[in-house]
């Protein structure tokens, strides 16, 4: 790990001492503490702490290399006081430093450089750089800073810094990195198109993401809603630089919108526009910004029809659909049956609470659309016929309605009673002609005589 860390920090441009090496080979002694001073007294590298024998010799070190410091925190006006010709300082593979507790001493005025890789750094204090008046070189690789402050950067002299490998979050908070005009913070970082979004776009691509996340906003500002970006997906892997596929979430719900938004951000897939007056969805067919739209929430709205989406490329792509809480009382069956079977985007549908119409004409046919799809219908307990007073299948749920519930009237049972009962009597007719014609037959059989109605026929 060791040596990998080294060729990065070789690769992006200045020289790399032997302090990782150094490192290496006091750890692997398993000491405490121990310093090594070299180059003739230039050069000091200590494991696990500084000893004070050679604090009285700081003045004379260029170079200070402290490797696993033993606290969770350290104080430069202390560690450092007396190293005044210090040039190069590399604190480093230190498993619990996580903070400075004070600036960095005046007296450490000629440091160029501060290496403070692989160490749990997460927050630097806006002073502690602040009386280095010649620091050149800045490198926070490896540690867990989450956002970065460029107050913490603020020399004038400063000119390369080094941040890769920290978990940094890509939200507004970066959204300096974006300027690199000459003498801007964003300008000095080496790796900047290096570093990468730790979660939710855990591995993307740090700059391009906060271009989309800022573009988003610019673009957010021309609508009534909301915006968010919900993922990015990298066409070419984690690691691709170019080429990002965004997925955007735009919220215009209870904005009191009588009509579809004419406008969308770019890379909006998921539209939610609940509890709004919109009637019409003619612009899901006609406006091209609704085509990159996946995931529709139009819940509690006043649609009364989706016939004019029959046969259009959003009906034929959409993913999530929900219509629940409108005015439908039926939708063109045959056209969402298709999508249904055809279509290998759709995951869910929401149909309920809406004012269904239960006839033999519509209902049959869109009962067996539910049934069949019940895996994709998600609210189908909610899918019932109207509230109509007077109606025996008012409310009911329209999955568990019989043929006989469905397509006959109240009207029509009346004029079946009475049906009802000629048949009956009809039926008794023909019983009893059989059982005189069987009565008829034995008695001829038995004793000759022809039946009574037959001999006083001429």
């Not at 990298?234 to 691709?240: C, E, I, Q, S, V």
């Not at 899918?383 to 409310?395: L, Q, Y």
Request: proline share 4%.
């Amino acid at each position: 790990m060791i040596t990998l860390q080294s060729k990065i920090i070789f690769s992006h441009g200045y020289n790399q001492d032997n302090e990782n090496l150094d490192c290496h080979k006091i750890n692997s002694n398993n000491q405490l503490q121990e310093c090594h001073l070299k180059d003739n007294g230039h050069r000091l590298t200590c494991y696990g702490g500084i000893d004070e024998k050679y604090k009285n010799e700081g003045k004379t070190v260029h170079t200070l290399v402290l490797c696993n410091w033993p606290n969770s925190t350290l104080d430069p006006q202390e560690v450092f006081q007396g190293f005044t010709s210090l040039r190069k300082l590399k604190i480093i593979n230190n498993n619990n430093l996580t903070r400075f507790v004070n600036a960095f001493p005046e007296e450490c005025q000629f440091l160029e450089k501060v290496n403070l890789t692989s160490n749990k750094l997460e927050e630097l204090s806006l002073d502690l750089f602040a009386k280095l008046a010649n620091l050149r070189i800045i490198d926070l690789r490896y540690n867990r800073f989450n956002e970065i402050d460029i107050n913490w950067f603020n020399l004038s002299t400063l000119q390369h810094v080094y941040l890769f490998g920290n978990p940094l979050k890509c939200n507004e908070n970066m959204a300096w990195i974006l300027n690199t005009r000459n003498e801007s913070f964003a300008k000095k970082i080496v790796d900047r198109e290096k570093l990468r979004c730790s979660v939710p776009h855990e591995g993307r691509p740090l700059v391009q993401v906060i271009e989309i996340i800022m573009t988003l906003k610019d673009e957010c500002k021309r609508t009534l809603c909301d915006c968010e970006l919900v993922y990015v997906v990298g066409r070419g892997g984690k690691r691709t630089s170019r080429q990002l596929i965004a997925f955007a979430a735009v919220n215009c719900s209870y904005r009191d919108l009588t009509e579809l938004p004419e406008f969308l951000p770019a890379n909006t897939t998921t539209l939610h526009l609940t509890g709004n007056k919109i009637k019409d969805l003619t612009p899901l067919v006609k406006n091209p910004v609704y085509k990159q739209v996946l995931d529709l929430y139009l819940n509690d709205n006043l649609v009364e029809s989706i016939v004019q989406l029959d046969g259009s490329y959003w009906l034929d792509h959409f993913r999530i659909l929900s219509l629940r809480g409108n005015k439908l009382s039926d939708v063109p069956t045959y056209a969402l049956e298709n999508v249904l079977l055809q279509s290998n985007n759709v995951v869910r549908l929401y149909l309920g609470n809406n004012p269904w119409r239960c006839d033999c004409l519509f209902t049959p046919g869109f009962q067996d659309l539910l049934i069949r799809y019940t895996n994709l219908v998600r609210d189908i307990n909610e899918v019932k016929c109207a509230v109509i007073s007077g109606d025996e299948n008012s409310n009911k749920q329209i999955r568990e309605l019989t043929r006989t519930e469905i397509c006959i009237s109240p009207d029509d049972n009346a004029l079946i009673y009475p049906l009802d009962i000629l048949n009956i009597i009809l039926a008794l007719m023909i019983l009893l002609i059989i059982l005189k014609v069987l009565y008829d037959y034995w008695s001829f059989k038995r004793t000759g005589k022809l039946p009574w109605i037959v001999s006083k026929i001429p």
